[in-house]
């Protein structure tokens, strides 16, 4: 019985793991849809809008609308998987860790440790390595460390796509802080180019940190080499290094030149970095699942506590019947507590 | 790339969680990866802090040296004149070069004394601070001077903002031009860096980088 009990909770623990949110799908797009309605506001409605405004209310104005392309991508996060959203508070509360953490770190160690604003666009090579090395890694490990600390270990990161969700939302408030920066710095910006700027951040911060989130998700769930979270945080750096250059502007702010096409090559990127993304995870997922097929959840140490029967492995590895079945799936398997994992020389 | 793909997907080869340790060791390796890229930075923004570029001012005039940052602009009557546009106050940082041939039986002292005397014309409220022997190339006497005066850099531009305290340093030596070991001709050069007053010493790094393309080295305050 305590052994058919493990068993169970294990299968569990895989469908609530390997579990997709096809709902994002929707959510992006209708992202994406807004942002634009957010740009074509301020460049053909209300292209006008704060020209009148003193200093003071040019910036009170702009730190507003920097909130905007984030509250907008947060508010479709809501509407997803109508099956189990992440709660409200967990995801707003991760933005606002990386808000804080952002603006806490940011002007001592890149403006008052590094000088950046000194040398970092002197020359293209500076742009490009300082990009990767300092920016890309700085910035990326705001994200980390917000994911980790602030939702990593609570009941509610229970599955391999949540990592993409918490991250992206982490990566959007280091955007808000980029896109407050900009604007204090330049004491309010013209909206009309000032709110595609403030676009392109939310698209590329959002985008890029949703990579190291699936990193962040593996790990979460799988025994990974000592490389592995190294790796995909390297990989994240670059993305946020080379993204920005090739931007021919600075992760640090905004230039003037050529916002639309900048904002038409990010909203592609952010759109191909996303489907790779959750390609990845749809994959992880049903690797996952074909482990468990196999009947290899757990290492052997214990013949009773580890062995598992070929029967009773987790269910079908086809994820589109593991999705089926979710859609059938009681509401009381979303209260489960945090996975289930064999207690240790249990019999 | 099948090994690849799979490492992505699924680095794992069983379903096990991963331990509370195995949790902490990823944290500290990536922790050890950050600190590692962020000393690679240390260096890459010293290289930064100190890019410059290096001009000719001409067959008869010496290579000089001002930061990368920094732009350069037209002046009539100078030889070089480039401002920091990163600079915080209205009044930008800037780095001027003026020569003149000597005259007969001028020297360093009455050379700088000719310059004090147009500074004091020119400049509202000029005043000599401090006054410095120096060498540059290699050896040659110069005659480092600190001063500060009072400049209104908005009001060619019509706006009414507030004057500013200038502080700068003229550097003035002089200078022989050589073919073939033969002076073809003798110049005194004037190097001036100018900053507001409250951001001189911040803009100090900048200055040191035409100083040292000058091989400055400084002696006793006099």
Known sequence: MQATSTVDEHAARLQRITRDRYGLWRAIALELLSLLAFIALFNFLLPDLGSDLGTLGAIGLGMVLSLVPAALWLIFFYQLDRLEPEPKGMVFNVFVVAIL?????????????????????TSSWYRLFGGILLIGVF??????????????????????????????????????????????????????????????NALAYGSIAGVLGYFIGQVKFEKTPWYYLPSGFGIAALLNGIIFYLLDQPSRGLNV???????????????????????????????????????QNF????????????????????????????????????????????????? | MIDLMRLLTKPSQTNEAPSANEQWRNDLILLAFVLFALVLSIG????????ANSVALG???????????????????????????????????????????????????????????????????????????????DGTPAVLSTYAYIADPTRDSGAMGAPVVVQGQDLVFLYEAKERGAVVARQVMVVSLVADAAEFDAEQRDFDIVFHSLKMV?????
Do not use: C
């Open chain 1, 101 to 121: 953490l952002m603006a806490a770190l940011q002007q001592p160690i890149l403006q008052g440790l590094y000088q950046v604003s000194s040398w970092l666009n």
């Open chain 2, 59 to 137: 067959p008869n005039f010496p290579r000089i040296a001002y930061p990368l940052s920094w732009r350069p602009t037209q002046a009539e009557g100078y030889a070089l004149q480039a401002i920091n546009p990163a600079s915080p106050s209205v009044f930008d940082a800037t780095l001027q070069v003026s020569a003149r041939p000597l005259s007969a039986d001028e020297t360093l002292d009455l050379a700088r004394a000719t310059l004090v005397l147009e500074r004091s014309a020119a400049l509202d409220r000029y005043r000599e601070l401090a006054v410095e022997a120096v060498t540059v190339f």
């Open chain 2, 44 to 51: 890459i923004r010293n290289r930064g802090l100190n890019a």
């Open chain 1, 299 to 347: 290492v052997t140490s214990t013949a009773s506590a580890y062995t598992l029967e070929p029967t009773a492995a987790a269910p079908a590895v086809d994820a589109a019947d593991s999705m089926a079945s979710e859609v059938s799936a009681p509401m009381s398997e979303q209260s489960e507590g945090p996975l289930a994992t064999p207690k240790e020389g249990a019999a």
């Open chain 2, 218 to 222: 400084r002696g006793e305050e006099q």
């Open chain 1, 139 to 200: 910035e990326q490990y705001v994200v980390y460390l917000t994911v980790r600390f602030a939702v990593f270990d609570h009941r509610e990161f229970d599955e391999r796509v949540d990592g993409v969700i918490y991250a992206t939302a982490a990566g959007l408030g280091v955007a808000t802080v980029v896109n407050f920066v900009y604007v204090i710095n330049r004491g309010g910006v013209d909206l009309d180019v000032g709110s595609i700027r403030m676009v392109i």
């Open chain 1, 257 to 295: 030149g050529k916002p639309w096409a900048d904002l038409i090559v990010t909203a592609i990127i952010a759109v191909v970095l996303l489907v790779v993304v959750f390609w990845l995870i749809s994959r992880a997922n049903e690797e996952t699942l074909r482990t468990a097929a196999h009947g």
